[in-house]
């Protein structure tokens, strides 16, 4: 029992180090600046291949802490153009979603487990027998909060695969339309900007529509069950 403490105090100690450590390198890294667009211009755009590794390191690290995923992909859209910036935009997300859940999965669990445990009930229910198709669901989602789960998904049942594919695919639509507002910035801006703003309702009400028709019942997001 005393061992089992000692490990439980352990623990808490390398997770304090840890985000103690996070914290200092984001700032160290200029971490407040990044995704503004004097920090795209100097460090991403026209930067050839390390531009796009700078883009996607910092991507992954600021969706990985919380941070809007449609911001990077806009930018994206800004330094790489539609196509690329959509790819590079949703690896980025799913690169730092894939650090928050390992986070919580291997270093925090207990903490997650306090921070979100009604959270992590729910999405253990709402995936239960459905974990792709569910979890594709809650991507397409134009609501809830992508770390919590991220966080929630790692303390929770799903196999790894399952969640980040179904990751992967549902951030696409959203990743796309950022990235289409993003490009117009530059070329065509009336015309893009105002497609990007129709396709982004537009995939906000398909995914509310998704979830409403195949959620078998199961509840995940309260303020979508509010409306029915």
């Not at 390198?25 to 991403?44: D, P, Q």
């Not at 291949?49 to 806009?74: C, H, K, N, S």
Request: proline letters at 2%.
């Amino acid at each position: 029992m005393a061992g089992k403490k000692r490990y439980f105090w352990l623990r808490g100690l390398i997770l304090l180090g840890s985000l103690a450590a996070i914290a200092f390198l984001l700032k160290s890294l200029g971490f407040e600046h990044m995704f503004e667009k004097a920090w795209i211009e100097s460090h991403v755009k026209g930067q050839g291949l390390q531009g796009e590794m700078v883009y996607l390191a910092a991507g992954a690290l600021i969706t990985a802490v919380g941070l809007p995923r449609q911001i990077v992909a806009f930018f994206g859209g800004y330094a790489f153009g539609l196509i690329l910036g959509t790819l590079l935009g949703t690896l980025a997300a799913l690169v730092g979603c894939c650090l928050a859940f390992y986070y919580a999965r291997v270093m925090g669990r207990g903490l997650v487990m306090r921070l979100f445990e009604e959270r992590i009930k729910r999405f253990n229910n709402f995936i239960e027998g459905h974990p792709f198709s569910m979890t594709l669901l809650v991507r397409l989602l134009p609501v809830g909060n992508n770390l919590a789960t991220n966080l929630a998904a790692g303390v929770s049942r799903i196999h790894a695969g399952n969640f980040f594919v179904a990751t992967f695919l549902g951030y696409i639509p959203q990743s796309l339309v950022a990235a289409l507002i993003g490009s117009g910035v530059t070329q065509n801006p009336v015309l893009k900007i105002g497609s990007g703003v129709v396709l982004f309702v537009l995939s906000g009400f398909l995914g509310v529509y998704l979830y409403r028709r195949y959620r078998h019942g199961k509840t995940y997001d309260a303020s979508l069950d509010m409306q029915d």
